[in-house]
């Protein structure tokens, strides 16, 4: 019998946008930018040579576009080398709203291919990308090389770091340097502490993990100080509501979306979540919940 980890999905992107390849297979897409936002040519009247005379040809000629590589059909641990739909409207709504995010602190948890941080990081100071997973934050930091030259702050505007929602100790300031391409350097630990803003796209589709993810955000907003220099704006969540028939209830309904739900006050109800920290710095968070192919943007308020 098949494993659970090992069998095989697909984002419903790739279904509308991607031909049937097998799994394992990479694909390039690419995304017009707004014109506002493409990066200005860098061509000159004369043509650039380099030492040895030889003609430089830039190449990155086309800068209308974003570029993310990703892979199809891939197990369920790796689901994050592909695009997910909560990236899009998350990235329509970041460039909808540009001065509200222009100049903040921001991270991503569980950004995959990258695709809302890297419109993020057009925008921003610095762009936190985490996620977990060596070939995941690979190809991130890819996406991340390949869009650099979108970032107005410069090309060291979006870090791509390592993070495990269930062991999330390394953000801690008394916690050790992390080893390796993707660790938490200190300097990185003093940034969280000036954190504006904290983005997911689709991280809603196991009950664990979503309790996990708001213990993360619980860790980074009680680390995040109040500042002068960017008034605190919030968490900005975008989730497909996804149906399932459950054996439980002999029905079709959506229960990673409920428990998502439960975190925060709705219609006078008592949300579960009731951390005094979070609720203090978070306020309200806007979600970005799609139902079909309606955006709901209803205003969840952190539980008392």
């Known amino acids: 019998m098949e494993d659970e980890a090992d069998s095989c999905v697909l984002s419903d992107v790739h279904m509308e946008a991607c031909p049937p390849l097998q799994q394992g297979s990479t694909w390039t897409t690419t995304f017009t930018l707004p014109e506002a936002y493409q ?9 650039a040579v380099d030492e040895d005379g030889d003609l430089v040809i830039d190449r990155q000629s086309d800068r209308s576009q974003l570029t993310i590589h990703h892979s199809l059909k891939t197990p369920l641990r790796d689901v994050g080398l592909q695009v997910w739909r909560g990236a899009l409207p998350l990235a329509d709504y970041i460039l909808g709203n540009a001065d509200l995010f ?11 291919s990258g695709l809302a941080g890297i419109v993020m990081a057009m925008l921003a100071e610095r762009v936190f990308l985490t996620d977990i997973g060596e070939a995941v934050l690979g190809n991130c930091q890819r996406n991340v090389d390949a869009n650099s030259h979108h970032f107005q702050a410069g090309s060291q505007t979006a870090l791509v770091r390592q993070m495990d929602w269930l062991h999330p100790e390394c953000l801690q300031s008394s916690a050790a340097e ?9 300097e990185d630990k003093d940034q969280l502490r000036t954190l504006d803003v904290i983005l997911a796209a689709d ?40 149906y ?46 799609l139902h079909g192919a309606q955006i ?9």
């Open 39 to 47: 990066a200005p040519s860098q061509c000159t009247s004369e043509a």
């Open 102 to 112: 222009r100049g903040c602190m921001a991270l991503e948890l569980g950004c995959g």
């Open 178 to 186: 992390t080893p390796g391409p993707f660790g938490w350097s200190p």
């Open 203 to 242: 991280t809603v589709y196991d009950d664990d993990l979503t309790d996990a993810m708001f213990k993360c955000a619980t860790l980074l907003l009680s680390g995040a100080q109040r500042h002068m220099r960017h008034q605190w704006q919030g968490m900005y969540i975008a989730l497909e509501k996804r």
């Open 244 to 289: 399932n028939f459950t054996v439980d209830s002999m029905n079709v309904v959506a229960p990673a979306y409920e428990k998502f739900k439960q975190y925060f006050l709705t219609g006078g109800g008592r949300g579960k979540f009731d951390n005094s920290q979070l609720r203090d710095k978070l306020g309200c968070s806007q979600t970005i919940a």
């Open 296 to 304: 709901d943007t209803n205003c969840y308020s952190i539980a008392q």
